[in-house]
């Protein structure tokens, strides 16, 4: 395995030339388009067939919304233990909410694959965001609490969902002790019935972090209690916010750092970005808005404007500028195979359990590649 930067003058035949490697297989894995044009600066998985010497198992669990590409789901299952169809909402009095779409296809698919579907339970408003009013009723009010996990119970059963993802954001600092008493609650049903509980948790990187994020979770009560957990070690960069890395790799270390001091690492899954933005520039604060692309459109964005790629070795990012049809400057921050080895690498590391991937709407196939060629994923 091996990982080529585009230098200029470079095509992709001499380029497989060089490395001795099948032209067709770079293609495939890389996705390149037809006339395979290439940025400089664009990083390229050159796959040779072997496994990694170091290679241990992982646990792979990735976010689908039910509008997924049949297609692409497809060729992301055979890289995956678990899959998690998002979302499930609640009403007040604890009805579960379906999702808009039927995610019945993306069970089946799953089963079929032998994955795990995973049923993600979130406390969405009727606003579409995460609503901490109805967190509180949930987490607060016993009856309502038994209703929900008798509907969750319930849905496992009809659907045929394996586990539960809990994805509350934005809890009150107050309600930190009643959500965990609600997981607390949940698991110990669910492990009745043979089902397991994940939580999702907000990147901390100390117990007395401040922020609306942060300080309604207890990681060391949670990482207790819960099966296991998926740190949220993405959205640095992010929609409203100023032009940076999603995930830079600096900001997630010092995330894990911290977590495997509150829960064992063989419980902590790390969240990885299947994304990035393309911000117009000058930014703005509370005006300017990033678009969400894929990684494979990243590049495809950066060849058609013929911009050079620059990788950040702190943030172990990459990221490009051009300017668009119109005259607008835009700076684009995204993942590679470059930023996907440094994830891994920090997996291996800290011996974490496993990585979750938010979300599985675009393929990105040699990051696939590449998780197989360095870890036995767990089925």
Do not use: C
């Not at 297989?25 to 496994?51: C, M, R």
């Not at 032998?114 to 579409?128: N, Y």
């Not at 957990?229 to 959205?235: F, K, R």
Request: charged share 20%; no cysteine; hydrophobic share 45%.
């Amino acid at each position: 395995m091996d990982i080529y930067v585009v230098q200029t003058g470079d095509t992709i035949d001499l380029i497989a030339e060089r490395a001795g490697a099948d032209v067709q297989k770079i293609i495939y894995d890389n996705q390149l388009v037809y006339p395979f044009a290439l940025a400089v600066g664009q990083a390229l998985l050159i796959d040779d067939n072997t496994a990694a010497k170091d290679r241990r198992s992982l646990y792979v669990n990735g976010f689908a919304y039910p509008f997924i590409s049949g297609w692409v789901l497809r060729q992301t299952l055979p890289y995956l233990s678990a899959i998690s169809s998002f979302s499930y909402g609640f009403t007040p009095e604890g009805e579960l909410i379906d999702p808009v779409l039927a995610d019945d296809f993306i069970i089946e698919e799953a089963l079929d694959a032998d994955v795990r579907p995973i049923l993600t339970l979130t406390p969405f408003g009727e606003d579409g965001k995460f609503n901490n009013s109805l967190i509180s009723v949930v987490v607060n009010d016993a009856a309502v609490q038994a209703t929900l996990i008798d509907n969750l119970i319930n849905k496992m059963y009809e659907k045929g969902f394996k586990g539960v993802n809990i994805d509350f954001e934005y809890i009150l600092k107050e309600d930190r002790d009643a959500f965990t008493a609600f997981v607390a609650a949940t698991v110990a049903r669910m492990r009745q019935e043979g089902f397991d509980v994940s939580v999702d948790l907000a990147p901390k990187n100390s117990s007395t972090q401040q922020g609306l994020l942060y300080e309604g979770k207890d990681y060391a009560a949670l990482g207790r209690i819960a099966d296991h957990v998926l740190v949220m070690t993405y959205e640095w960069g992010y929609t409203y916010g100023p032009p940076m890395a999603v995930a830079p790799i600096n900001q997630v270390r010092k995330v894990i750092e911290y977590a495997v001091t509150q829960i064992d690492s063989d419980k902590i899954d790390l969240g990885i970005p299947n994304y990035g933005y393309d911000w117009p520039l000058p930014y703005e604060r509370g005006k300017t808005k990033a678009k969400t692309i894929g990684n494979v459109e990243a590049v495809r964005i950066a060849i058609d404007n013929g911009a050079q790629i620059m990788f950040d070795e702190t943030a172990m990012s990459p990221y490009f500028t051009y300017t668009d049809s119109e005259g607008t400057l835009h700076e684009v921050w995204f993942e590679d195979v470059r930023s996907m080895s440094a994830k891994f690498n920090l997996i291996k590391e800290f011996n974490l359990r496993g990585a979750g991937y938010w979300q599985l709407m675009q393929l990105f196939r040699a990051n696939w590649v590449l998780l197989n060629h360095e870890f036995d994923i767990i089925s």
